[in-house]
C-alpha cells in the first residue's frame, strides 16, 4: 500500500533550504552583515557601530572577544578577523607564529600565517574558504557569484554519495516476502524528528557560535545510522539498503560539517549545493522502494 511520501523526509530537510538560490546567498549575505556588534562590550580597538541592520555574532566556541567580520580586523595586522578564523590564526595577535611577519602578510605571500620559517600554505587545502579565497585573489569579503563560480570550475568537488562495502550488509537468511514487507515499511518511514531545523537555520546558529541544533541533530543521525547498519536486509533490497547507508553517512558529513561553518564557510555553501544531489538520491531510493513493494 501506497503512503504518503514519508521516505526521506530526513533528508528533503537536510535539502530544505538547498534547493533555493536564496538560501545559498543568506550564509553569505549574513557574512557581510559587517561591521557586526562585538559580542560583549565594545573596546577601544573594536568599537561597536552596531545598528538595525547588523548581525550579533557571538563567539560562544572561543573566549576572545573579537566580531565574526570581514570588515574588522582587530589586531591590525592585514587578516580581518573572520579570515583569522579562517587561517587558523589568532585575531587578537598580529604574529600568531611569532617569526616576526604579520599574519596578513603571510597569507597574503602564501605562507603558513600558523607555522614559523618559510612554510608555504599548501596548494589545495582541505579547507575550501582558503582555497577559495587564494582561487579569487584574496577578496575581502565573500562574494556569493564568485563561490558559485569556484565551486563550478573544482570539478574535484563534485557530488558523490559514500561507498558502502557490500560485506558490511547483514543479508537476512532464509528470505521471504514478509521480511521484505517489513524492511520497506521501515525504509519508508525513515525521517528525522519533524522539529529538526534546516541546514540554513543551523547553519546560521553555529555562525553565531550556537551548535546545540546542530549537534542534536548529528546525534539523531548517528543514531538511525546505528539502528541501520544493525538492520537484517532482505537480499533483492540489498542496493537499496547500500544508497540508503550512504546517504546516512552523507547526511552525518554535512551535519557535522556545521562545526566548520566559521573556518569554513564556503564548504558550508558548498555542502547546501551537495544537498540538492542528495535530494535526487533520495528520490531514487524512493523510486527503488517503490519497485521492490510491487514485486510479486
Ligand atoms: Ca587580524
Ligand atoms: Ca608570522
Redesign the pocket.
Known amino acids: 500500500m501506497l503512503r504518503k511520501l514519508l521516505t526521506l523526509n530526513i533528508f528533503s530537510k537536510i535539502v530544505a533550504v538547498a534547493v533555493a538560490a536564496a538560501a545559498l546567498f543568506w550564509l553569505v549575505r549574513t557574512l557581510q552583515l559587517v561591521p557586526a556588534r562585538p559580542f560583549g562590550e565594545p573596546t577601544a580597538q573594536n568599537p561597536t557601530r552596531a545598528g538595525p541592520q547588523t548581525a550579533q555574532l557571538s563567539a560562544a566556541t572561543t573566549p576572545l572577544e573579537v566580531t565574526y567580520s570581514f570588515e574588522i580586523d582587530s589586531d591590525g595586522d592585514g587578516l580581518t578577523n573572520a579570515k583569522e578564523f579562517v587561517y587558523a590564526t589568532d585575531p587578537l595577535r598580529a604574529?600568531?607564529?611569532?617569526?616576526?611577519?604579520?599574519?596578513g602578510?603571510?597569507v597574503n605571500n602564501g605562507y603558513d600565517?600558523t607555522l614559523?620559517g618559510s612554510a608555504r600554505l599548501p596548494d589545495e587545502p582541505a579547507n575550501l574558504t582558503q582555497r577559495f579565497l587564494k582561487w579569487a585573489g584574496n577578496p575581502p569579503s565573500l562574494e556569493p557569484s564568485r563561490i558559485i563560480a569556484f565551486l563550478d570550475s573544482q570539478l574535484d568537488l563534485g557530488f558523490r554519495l559514500p561507498d558502502i562495502a557490500t560485506s558490511s550488509v547483514r543479508i537476512a537468511r532464509p528470505s521471504n516476502a514478509a521480511g521484505l514487507r517489513q524492511y520497506l515499511a521501515a525504509a519508508r518511514d525513515l525521517a528525522l524528528p519533524e522539529e529538526t531545523a534546516p541546514y540554513n537555520e543551523l547553519a546560521h546558529e553555529a555562525l553565531l557560535g550556537r551548535l546545540d541544533g546542530a549537534e542534536a541533530t548529528l546525534r539523531k543521525l548517528e543514531a538511525l545510522s546505528q539502528v541501520w547498519q544493525q538492520r537484517e536486509v532482505p537480499p533483492s533490497a540489498q542496493e537499496l539498503h547500500q544508497n540508503i547507508l550512504g546517504l546516512l553517512a552523507l547526511g552525518r558529513e554535512l551535519f557535522a560539517d556545521l562545526r566548520l561553518s566559521r573556518s569554513d564557510p564556503v564548504r558550508i555553501i558548498w555542502n547546501m549545493d551537495r544537498g540538492k544531489a542528495l535530494a535526487a538520491v533520495a528520490k531514487n531510493i524512493e523510486v527503488q522502494i517503490t519497485g521492490l513493494e510491487k514485486q510479486p
Not at 95 to 103: H, V
Open positions: 604574529d600568531t607564529d611569532g617569526d616576526g611577519y604579520p599574519d602578510n603571510e600565517p614559523a
